[in-house]
């Protein structure tokens, strides 16, 4: 069983930056890779990063060279450092994990995860 916490959320200025972490439960999460997602009020879950358990990531588009997700394995923790953040960033943003480990992915689909956070919420003002 893996359990995921978020934080690092808050309410920040278009062009700042924030610093998300998933905490993650279980000596073997090093095995695991790692997606975040994010929901906007009134919009659809979306894929935002992806990290699998070599340390291979994947970007969303919108906010490749913006954001940067990484990991240290020695803390169990998922990282997702987003810098030049925009309004259109605002949302809930869960951290997930599959349900099995040494997933290659990048697996952008949220019906490919199994276990989720309780999400942290980022609001960016204009």
């Known amino acids: 069983q893996v359990q995921l916490v978020e934080s690092g959320g808050g309410l920040v200025q278009a062009g700042g930056s924030l610093r998300l972490s998933c905490a993650a439960s279980g000596r073997a999460y090093s095995s695991y890779s790692t997606a975040w997602f994010r929901q906007a009020p009134g919009k659809e879950r979306e894929f935002v990063a992806f990290?699998?358990?070599?340390?291979?990531?994947y970007t969303r588009g919108s906010v490749k060279g913006r954001f940067t997700i990484s990991r240290n394995n020695d803390k169990n923790t998922v990282y997702l450092q987003m810098n030049s953040l925009k309004p259109e960033d605002t949302g809930l943003y869960y951290c997930?994990?599959?349900?099995?480990?040494?997933?290659?992915?990048?697996?952008?689909?949220?019906?490919?995860?199994?276990?989720w956070g309780q999400g942290t919420q980022v609001t960016v003002s204009s």
């Open positions: 997930a994990a599959p349900g099995l480990p040494f997933t290659v992915g990048p697996s952008l689909r949220d019906d490919e995860y199994v276990y």
């Open positions: 990290i699998n358990w070599s340390g291979s990531t």
